[in-house]
């Protein structure tokens, strides 16, 4: 059995201000970046073995994943002190459009909490000049399957360090939730979630700090 690893980047400064972020290169705050850590010491807890990296093209993410590996020790994805990984725009956040750098709340009594919401959450209708949930599966599912995948079915461990709309559409990729569900699924800046895999089939997932995600009660995997 091996491991996917789904990891959302530390708070970001503009998490922390409530604002659209984005394709947009935000930092991580010190919160962050203790997230980040706290990551990689879960990983060393649980004696988790990492393969392979991916990650956005964006510093955040980047960020995180160069934290999480230090601190959980796996030397065998750092060269000259720097982090082995493969960066992909396909793995970027969902691009809000003109929401970029607003302010959600400002925004919701501006535009309407009802429009907002939609905007947000719903699965296919996109914010002006942006991206749906639907565009990022649209993007993140080939990339997936072409990079990422034929790696699981040869049973290495993966970690993917990347964004909250990214990783919903892998989740939508992997079986783990429906379009219409992924919506209420909320994942946590800095935690990570792992999927454990049997040639290449979804067994099970859980968040390394054991706070348990479970699988809706019809699904079949």
Not at 37 to 44: D, M
Request: with cysteine.
């Amino acid at each position: 059995m091996n491991k996917l690893i789904l990891l959302r980047h530390g708070q970001s400064q503009w998490n922390l201000e409530n604002r659209f972020t984005g394709w947009k290169n935000v930092p991580l705050t010190e919160k962050g970046e203790a997230e980040a850590k706290k990551a990689g010491e879960l990983i060393k807890k649980h004696n988790i073995s990492i393969d392979r990296v991916f990650s956005s093209v964006l510093e955040r993410a980047n960020r995180t994943a160069e934290i999480a590996i230090k601190k959980a020790e796996l030397n065998n994805l750092l060269e000259n002190n720097k982090i082995i990984m493969t960066c992909s725009e396909k793995l970027n956040e969902r691009d809000y459009g003109d929401l970029v750098g607003l302010n959600k709340q400002e925004t919701a009594d501006k535009f309407g909490k009802d429009q907002v919401h939609i905007w947000r959450r719903s699965y296919d209708t996109p914010p002006p000049n942006g991206e749906s949930l639907k565009d990022v599966v649209e993007r993140v599912s080939p990339y997936f399957k072409e990079n990422i995948k034929p790696l699981i079915d040869k049973g290495e461990n993966i970690l993917i360090a990347a964004h909250g709309n990214s990783l919903r559409a892998m989740m939508i990729e992997l079986g783990m939730y429906k379009p219409e569900e992924i919506s209420n699924i909320e994942l946590p800046t800095g935690s990570p979630l792992c999927i454990n895999l049997d040639q290449g089939r979804l067994v099970d997932f859980k968040s390394v700090s054991y706070t348990h995600l479970t699988l809706p009660t019809n699904r079949e995997v």
